[in-house]
Nanobody
Framework: QVQLVESGGGSVQAGGSLRLSCAASGLWYGRYCMAWFRQAPGKEREKVAA???????RYTDSVKGRFTISKDNAKNTLSLQMNDLKPEDTAMYYC??????????????????WGQGTQVTVSS
């Protein structure tokens, strides 16, 4: 059984930094993609960053150069380092996983495993 548990959200002022973590269990077999999504009130869930089974990372344009996704396979932990945060980054952030070898699905419907979410609030 796959379980994902996020931590590290909080409230910061614009320009500040936060680091999100996702502890994963049940992903010890197979190859998989892991990703961070976010959803602001009244908006669709958006994929922010993803890392595939080969370690290739991809980011949505609005966070390029500010966010860094990384994965520690030994600790089964996914992280998202967020720097230079902006008010528009305010959202619930979710960790997600999908079994996929060497690629990552695009939309949230293609990820079967989700964490409960952690809130990030950036004030101006």
């Amino acid at each position: 059984q796959v379980q994902l548990v996020e931590s590290g959200g909080g409230s910061v002022q614009a320009g500040g930094s936060l680091r999100l973590s996702c502890a994963a269990s049940g992903l010890w077999y197979g190859r998989y993609c892991m990703a961070w999504f976010r959803q602001a009130p009244g908006k669709e869930r958006e994929k922010v960053a993803a890392i595939d089974s080969d370690g290739i990372t991809r980011y949505t344009d609005s966070v390029k150069g500010r966010f860094t996704i990384s994965k520690d396979n030994a600790k089964n932990t996914l992280s998202l380092q967020m720097n230079d945060l902006k008010p528009e980054d305010t959202a619930m952030y979710y960790c997600a996983a999908a079994f996929a070898a060497g690629w990552c699905p695009n939309g949230p419907n293609d990820f079967p495993f989700w964490g409960q979410g952690t809130q990030v609030t950036v004030s101006s």
